[in-house]
């Protein structure tokens, strides 16, 4: 079976850990919510920090989450998470999501967020998560889409990061619009009963652009991402600082306004 072939663009630096660990099941996973129910068995795939993961263990309890991650460091952040909340229905493994480690029909819900875009064979991903799903159950999966990203206003600057930020993504083996594409990865995949729906985050009082801004500027100068876009020769050191200041730059002005799109789908597992 293929194992990962894809590097995950962001890494785990302080910024990319800022942004992922204010994400909830509410602000991250609205549009699964109604399938959960306390007795269920889930799995959470590239769980990260597990702030999501955490709420789902609350909402599934006592019923229990398997959560998992390719990066093995993380993962002690996620248990330590799972601890503060005082979870004890909640474990966390190291895993390929191209080959998981687990019997067929293992779980009731099999979720990944933010996951697709960075895998090398998303559609192998979502066989191997359907094939670890019982009948009847689900897999959920929620990915933004790069290419729809909209802000304002309309900085020169930071049309050339979006572009940047595509080519090092797909040179990594990424998808960066991996939202417009699940359904049909899903359907490749062997999924007949889909479900697509979309959802978006917003960016836009003087916090929230503090937040998104300060973050995307440091990240872009400070991560795994910045390294490999250098090392990959899709931008100099200089250039990606002058996207971190168009990022500030952006920041600062009362009238910004930034929209983060997401593709959303749940397959009923047959």
């Given amino acids: 079976?293929?194992?990962?072939?894809?590097?995950?663009?962001?890494?785990?630096?302080?910024?990319?850990?800022?942004s992922h660990s204010w994400r909830t099941a509410e602000n991250s996973a609205a549009y699964l919510l109604g399938e959960l129910h306390p007795g269920l068995d889930v799995l959470d795939v590239g769980c990260g920090p597990g702030t999501i993961t955490a709420d789902l263990a609350a909402l599934v309890s006592p019923g229990r989450v398997t959560a998992v991650d390719a990066a093995d460091d993380v993962l002690d952040r996620a248990r330590a998470h799972a601890d503060e909340r005082g979870l004890d229905n909640v474990r966390f493994l190291v895993a390929d999501v191209h080959e998981l480690d687990f019997p067929d029909d293992s779980f009731d819900v099999v979720h990944a967020h933010q996951v697709l875009q960075h895998v090398g064979d998303p559609v192998r991903a979502l066989s191997e998560m359907r094939r670890v799903c019982r009948p009847g159950g689900v897999v959920a999966a929620r990915d933004s889409d790069y290419g729809a990203f909209a802000w304002y206003p309309a900085?020169?600057?930071?049309?050339?990061?979006?572009?940047?930020?595509?080519?090092?993504?797909?040179?990594?083996?990424?998808?960066?619009?991996?939202?417009?594409h699940l359904k049909s990865w899903a359907r490749a995949a062997g999924f007949t009963d889909i479900t697509c729906t979309a959802a978006a985050w917003c960016f836009a009082s003087p916090a929230e652009?503090?937040?998104?801004?300060?973050?995307?500027?440091?990240?872009?100068?400070?991560?795994?991402?910045?390294?490999?876009?250098?090392?990959?020769?899709?931008?100099?050191?200089?250039?990606?600082?002058?996207?971190?200041?168009?990022?500030?730059?952006?920041?600062?002005?009362?009238?910004?306004?930034f929209s983060v799109p997401h593709g959303e789908i749940v397959c009923r597992v047959e």
Wanted: glycine letters at 10%; hydrophobic letters at 40%.
């Fill in 1 to 18: 079976m293929p194992k990962e072939t894809a590097v995950y663009t962001h890494g785990h630096h302080e910024s990319v850990l800022r």
């Fill in 155 to 180: 900085l020169p600057a930071l049309t050339e990061w979006q572009r940047l930020y595509d080519r090092v993504a797909r040179a990594n083996g990424g998808e960066p619009n991996a939202g417009r």
């Fill in 209 to 257: 652009r503090a937040w998104w801004s300060g973050l995307w500027a440091d990240r872009t100068t400070a991560s795994v991402y910045a390294r490999l876009a250098v090392e990959g020769g899709h931008a100099t050191a200089g250039q990606l600082a002058s996207a971190a200041a168009a990022w500030r730059a952006w920041g600062d002005d009362e009238d910004a306004w």
